[in-house]
């Protein structure tokens, strides 16, 4: 699977929209883009995934560029609660009989505030 | 949720005891993953299981053994605990019915302390 660049860290204001940037330059292009998030102490939180087109959910909306080097998961409205650690992940399609493993790295610290 | 539960949540145990750690789902996921998570570390794959029965090896399954007799239950062991194994362990489940769905559910977490 292709190793993923996201930032330490990053702040938001409570209203606004959180954008968070992943750098997968190594992608493949069977490879889907996988957002999680962590809010502390609970187990990680499937958020939205894509593969070249952007997608949109009741959650976020994901962005990938056309060469699929980099993409952005957007909170369009932060609150509180989305405080959270955010993990991006590329993963290799569906593979047959073998099982979907994803790989976590260490993700970006996403701090909403008031 | 996702219908996947983890039991005990919170266990206290003494090096060399046996430990097992129960993952257990009602939403007939083909695929059952356990993993482990410790302070500067992301999450990192123990062992997973592609089927009753049927399982295989993650990047960090040294001292640990695992067990799927039945679809909704997937079973960690560690046969002989040590202080390294001291962590957070998280179950997640995917693929509803026969097909390797692209989204991993997770459960609560256990967290194990061994003394």
């Known amino acids: 699977d292709a190793k993923t660049t996201q930032p330490t860290s990053m702040d938001c204001a409570e209203g606004r929209a959180a954008n968070l940037p992943c750098n997968h330059s190594?992608?493949?292009?069977?490879?889907?883009v996988y957002w999680y998030r962590q809010i502390h102490s609970q187990g990680p939180q499937y958020i939205i995934h894509?593969?070249?087109n952007n997608e949109t959910n009741e959650m976020a909306s994901l962005i990938i560029t056309e060469d699929r080097k980099s993409s952005t998961l957007i909170l369009p409205h932060a609150t509180l609660r989305d405080t959270a650690v955010y993990y991006c992940?590329?993963?290799?399609?569906?593979?047959?009989?073998?099982?979907?493993?994803?790989?976590f790295g260490t993700g970006t610290r996403l701090q909403v505030t008031l | 949720d996702a219908g996947i539960t983890q039991s005990p949540r919170h266990k206290v145990t003494e090096t060399g005891t046996p430990v097992t750690l129960r993952c257990h789902q009602t939403?007939?996921?083909?695929?059952m993953y356990w993993y482990r998570q410790d302070p500067g570390h992301g999450l990192r794959l123990i062992h997973y299981?592609?089927?009753?029965?049927?399982?295989d090896k993650g990047e960090v399954s040294d001292g640990y053994s695992v067990s799927r007799s039945k679809t909704e239950d997937f079973l960690l062991t560690l046969e002989s605990a040590t202080s390294s194994q001291t962590s957070v362990y998280f179950c997640?489940?995917?693929?509803?019915?026969?097909?390797?769905?692209?989204?991993?559910?997770f459960g609560p977490g256990t967290r194990l302390t061994v003394t």
């Open positions: 939403e007939n996921h083909r695929y």
């Open positions: 997640a489940i995917s693929g509803r019915g026969t097909s390797a769905g692209y989204e991993q559910y």
């Open positions: 894509g593969l070249k």
């Open positions: 190594t992608i493949s292009g069977n490879e889907y």
């Open positions: 992940i590329v993963r290799a399609d569906r593979l047959t009989g073998t099982a979907s493993k994803l790989t």
């Open positions: 299981s592609y089927g009753v029965k049927d399982t």
